[in-house]
């Protein structure tokens, strides 16, 4: 039997967002189609109720049920951003991209959460349609296999009945087979394909240098019994040829300060150095290649890429390059906007990273 109760009247505790957040939240129509119940808000809500009333029927960790509510608060906080009507119908594409900077800022303030929590919840926030979009498109098991490397399918399914009944919608039986269908036997699946999510990571996190690779790619070329060989089986131990930091999350670091602490003796390359940006591409990874080339194939110093806000398909073909020519990448990533940020909602403008594109990720 699923852990999913009718609702009950007591109401749940207020949100703990800024007030102008939940304004905007409460101000933001949605498609009645898919949610009757009014606003972001009152969606927001009912979602709430329906954590607090059924989240002790799961054997969940603390960290788990921490996790879990702060990603009921925040799943839906990318809507006042992006809902438009279109046609004469509200909606809401691409909101839990954008719901990301502005949750990532909000938990940066509590205290009480680790950076590994604060990420686990940003996955969450990132990936909550996965559940209801593949499933209202019938989609093949094998499209959830990318969705199990980048968040805790167990998690998501869990959030996922709590999401999908605290809404009024048009075909409720529809969407408890759907859930029902993920949580019984989608997760169930791909957990004993490739394991749970931890374990997932901490096989990467362990994985030499060439598997890494190997991995990576298998993941990008969709090969996913490529993976499920991969990520259990021995790989002989390899090298790279040079180490290589990638600084994520925009202007207003003390580059002086940053450089004492973190990149000693690294060489170092700025992205953002005048008149750079406003090269032809060609011209930009000319110089690019020249520099990996000298400073790290050659010369095999540890270097260090800085620059203002990367797109992912700039970031992606600098660390494709620095892969293909035997590089180990770290990235850097700058979580805390800095005084004086206008908008501190929308820092950093990097969304979730994938845990394999690079070899190690620290978050600053």
């Known amino acids: 039997m699923d852990p999913i109760k009718a609702s009950t009247t007591t109401a749940p505790a207020p949100l703990p967002l800024p007030e102008d957040l939940l304004t905007r939240m409460k101000e933001t129509p949605q498609n009645p189609r898919y949610h009757a119940e009014g606003s972001v808000y009152e969606h927001v809500m009912m979602v709430m109720s329906e954590f607090e009333k059924n989240i002790d029927a799961y054997q969940l960790s603390p960290e788990d049920r ?6 009921v608060v925040m799943h839906d906080v990318g809507k006042p951003v992006v ?4 046609g004469g119908e509200w909606r809401a594409q691409g909101h839990e991209r954008a719901g990301v900077p502005i949750a990532r800022q ?43 490397i980048v968040t805790d399918l167990r998690l998501l399914g869990i959030f996922g009945a709590f999401d999908l009944r605290g809404r009024i919608c048009e075909d409720i039986p529809r969407v408890e087979r759907i859930i029902h269908q993920f949580q019984h036997d989608i997760e169930p ?32 070329e969709h090969k996913f019994n490529r993976i499920s060989k991969l990520l259990p089986a021995a790989a002989p131990l390899s090298r790279p040829n040079y ?65 203002d806000f990367l797109t992912d398909e700039y970031r992606r ?17 700058i979580e805390k906007a800095p005084e004086g940020i206008a908008d501190p909602y929308t820092w950093p403008q990097t969304g979730i990273l994938h845990p394999w594109e690079a070899h190690r990720i620290t978050y600053c």
């Open 317 to 333: 073909t600098v660390i494709d390059y620095i892969r293909d020519t035997g590089g180990e990448i770290e990235y850097f990533v």
């Open 83 to 86: 809902t438009k009507n279109v």
């Open 106 to 148: 909000i938990l940066l303030n509590q205290g009480n959460l680790s950076q590994h929590q604060r990420q686990r919840v940003l996955e969450l926030v990132r990936y909550h349609h996965i559940p209801l979009t593949l499933g209202l498109k019938q989609a093949p098991i094998e499209d959830y296999y990318r969705s199990a």
């Open 243 to 307: 180490q290589c930091a990638i600084t994520l999350g925009g202007p207003g670091i003390d580059w002086n300060e940053w450089k004492n602490e973190y990149f000693p003796d690294r060489q170092h390359f700025d992205l953002s150095m005048p008149g750079f940006p406003k090269m032809p591409v060609e011209e930009q990874f000319r110089m690019l290649r020249n520099f990996l080339s000298v400073f790290g194939l050659t010369s095999r110093k540890k270097l260090v890429l800085t620059g």
């Open 189 to 220: 699946k791909i957990r004993y394909d490739l394991g749970d999510h931890i374990t997932i990571k901490e096989a990467y996190q362990s994985a030499p240098h060439n598997k890494k690779n190997a991995l990576w790619a298998a993941w990008n």
């Open 66 to 71: 921490e996790v879990l509510y702060w990603a």
